[in-house]
């Protein structure tokens, strides 16, 4: 294998990786106009929290994608920092979709990475201030 086929798909996966950060805070901040309007046309109803709670959800959905990108991410710079092209699968370019079939979650333990994403502070924050000041405004 070619050290260029390692820093190709490192570019393509770095690329990928970047680019769920930016949808991860367009979900965030789809979240916030959300609640701005609501609280503007003081339409805030329990359906708005349930609405927050799954764009929460769907947020840790999409950086727990993101994480397995980065599982990836760090095998390749492990191997292009060797310079080493060894045999092992792991180590080969373009085996991303592979590596992740031979290793997929069972159902239990992918739903526990959703929920271990979720309550990431960089994920959590915006949902948790929401949700609070959601709540706020329908119990008073």
């Known amino acids: 294998m070619q050290k ?29 106009t959300l609640l701005s309007i609501a609280f503007i046309l003081n339409t805030l109803t329990i359906f708005i929290l349930i609405l927050l709670i799954i764009l929460w959800v769907q947020d840790a959905i999409w950086k727990t994608f993101q994480s397995r990108i980065e599982t990836r991410l760090l095998q390749l710079e492990k ?53 609070l000041l959601s709540s706020f405004k329908l119990i008073f």
């Open 79 to 131: 191997v292009i920092a060797n310079e080493n092209s060894s045999a092992n699968e792991a180590e080969k370019a373009y085996q991303f979709n592979s590596l992740y079939l031979l290793n997929r979650p069972s159902n239990i333990t992918l739903i526990n990475e959703y929920l271990r994403q979720a309550i990431r502070p960089t994920i959590a924050f915006p949902y948790i201030f929401l949700l």
């Open 4 to 32: 260029s086929d390692f820093t190709d798909e490192w570019r393509l996966l770095q690329n990928q990786f970047d680019s769920y950060e930016k949808y991860s805070l367009a979900i965030k901040l789809f979240a916030i």
